[in-house]
Nanobody, 124 residues
Framework: QVQLVESGGGLVQAGGSLRLSCAAS????????MGWFRQAPGKEREFVSA????????YYADSVKGRFTISRDNAKNTLYLQMNSLEPEDTAVYYC?????????????????WGQGTQVTVSS
């Protein structure tokens, strides 16, 4: 069992930055592929980024590539998402998720554990 708690969301102006954190419980964090997803009002949950357990592999959605950076600290059981050059279109609830297999997947259904989400609002 893995429990996830996101933090770091808030209100920011377009062009600004935020850093999201996801604290994980359990002793298996380093073996989990971790992902970030987001869901805007009236829209489906969409993939943002993911990182393998070792941190060797990462993957980004085209919409955030070059602006967002995923990272993890396995010693602290924490996943991060650094978001720069934020745009109003980035406004959403951001969720972190974990899956036990090492392979990165972009489909939300492939993830076994989810946090409660943190709101990110970007004003224009």
């Amino acid at each position: 069992q893995v429990q996830l708690v996101e933090s770091g969301g808030g209100l920011v102006q377009a062009g600004g930055s935020l850093r999201l954190s996801c604290a994980a419980s359990g002793r298996t964090f380093s073996s989990c592929t971790m992902g970030w997803f987001r869901q805007a009002p009236g829209k489906e949950r969409e993939f943002v980024s993911a990182m393998s357990g070792s941190g060797d592999s990462t993957y980004y959605a085209d919409s955030v590539k070059g602006r967002f950076t995923i990272s993890r600290d396995n010693a602290k059981n924490t996943l991060y998402l650094q978001m720069n050059s934020l745009e109003p279109e980035d406004t959403a609830v951001y969720y972190c998720a974990a899956r036990r297999p090492e392979t990165i997947k972009v489909a939300a259904i492939r993830y076994d554990y989810w946090g409660q989400g943190t709101q990110v609002t970007v004003s224009s």
